[in-house]
């Protein structure tokens, strides 16, 4: 019996990862970068045995369809290759997000499953190494290895596409993330569906990469300055462009919900009246605030105005895998 147990913590993209390259291997067309968050995270753990005659998964207790467990074997399937191991296996994971609602789940819960056989296999995979395995089960779960800033490099192949720790003189511990949580319930067109039907049919989606990387270098500066203005301007406005490019594809479709909108005014409305918050969105409803932690609870304060406390959800800077 070979055992292993890992907890991995989401991340919110401050340039956002949207489309593949190379929908296999998971190598993006844009580098992304993220923030990984304390509050949010999955816990999993994994047996192998020599005496289990399938695959089995259990998420938050519930026994899985074949489906989800076909999707997770074959992610485990190339950590078996690697370790040239043929034992099915037992996972049991537990998220503390929300699941497929535009929280992260599938950050922390791929790069926890890929931590935890790394543990069970005895693979002893670098943080770099298992970075591109947990690539490999969900893009944005590559960037979850790490904690604080990350940057997601888009690379060309399966070793240089890969996420890596960014420098920051701890410029991370400054800020924190409100999570306004509108819908918690899975969302209608997942990540991986809504970002292949918008490089497939989207005319603004190459306007998007060029505007990925311009941000993305704007942002690495924003960050050795510890500019949070600049911070904070280049995030909001980029989760605008790559939300746009939703709206030019055939069939055009988008994530945000009245409820969004209605929130992204309330944190232009904060933010005119003197306190610096910016929001960013994901492929989901809800609606994520980027501000300072020094300003952290007037700002909540102000938002309660307009939501239920129990929607309001604070997060820092959180750790890598452990
Ligand atoms: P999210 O916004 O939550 O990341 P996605 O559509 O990107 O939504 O991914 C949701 C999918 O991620 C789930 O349907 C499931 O396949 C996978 N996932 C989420 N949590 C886990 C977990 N703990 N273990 C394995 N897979 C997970
Ligand atoms: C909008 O990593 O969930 O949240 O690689 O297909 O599993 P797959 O998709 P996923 O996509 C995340 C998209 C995003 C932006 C981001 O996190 O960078
Ligand atoms: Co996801």
Redesign the pocket.
């Known amino acids: 019996m070979l055992k292993g147990k890992a907890r991995a913590h ?1 991340n919110i993209a401050l340039i956002k990862y949207w489309g593949k390259e190379d929908e296999q291997l998971i190598i993006p067309n844009n580098s992304s970068l993220s923030l990984t968050l304390d509050a949010f995270y ?1 816990e ?1 753990e994994i047996v192998f045995d020599k005496n289990f005659t399938e695959d089995i ?1 259990y ?2 207790d519930q026994l899985q369809d074949e489906k ?1 467990t076909k ?2 074997s074959r ?1 485990i399937d190339l950590f078996r290759q690697q370790a040239n191991c043929s034992f099915f296996a037992t ?1 049991r ?3 503390h ?14 790069a ?2 890929a931590g935890a056989c790394n543990q069970a296999l005895q693979l002893n995979l670098d943080q770099e190494s298992l970075s591109r395995f947990a690539r490999k ?2 893009g ?1 779960a590559c960037r979850s290895i790490y904690g604080g800033f990350v940057e997601w490099q888009k690379g060309h192949d399966d070793q240089s596409s890969k996420a890596v720790k960014i420098a920051s003189d701890h410029f991370e511990d400054e800020l924190a993330m409100i999570f306004i949580v509108l819908n918690d319930q ?2 209608e067109i ?4 809504g970002m292949k039907r918008t490089v497939e049919t989207s005319s603004f989606y190459p306007t998007w990469l060029t505007e990925a990387a311009l941000d993305l270098a704007a942002m690495k500066e924003a960050i050795a300055q510890k500019d949070f203005i600049r911070l904070g301007e280049i995030t909001e406005a980029n989760a605008l462009k790559m939300h746009a490019t939703t709206l030019a594809a055939v069939p055009p479709f988008t994530y945000w919900s009245s409820e969004s909108m209605r929130a992204m005014q309330v944190v232009r409305t904060i933010r005119a009246n003197g306190l610096a918050c910016y929001f960013t969105m ?3 409803p809800n609606v994520k605030v980027l501000c300072q932690k020094a300003e952290v609870e007037q700002i909540k304060a102000k938002l309660a105005e307009h939501f239920a406390l129990e929607q309001l959800i604070v997060a820092f800077s959180g750790p890598g895998i452990e």
């Open positions: 989401t999955t999993t998964f998420l938050d989800a999707k997770v992610f996972i994971s537990i998220n997000v929300p699941t497929a609602a535009g929280l992260a789940s599938s950050a922390s819960g791929l926890a499953l089960g969900s944005s899975k969302k997942a990540s991986r569906d994901d492929a989901g």
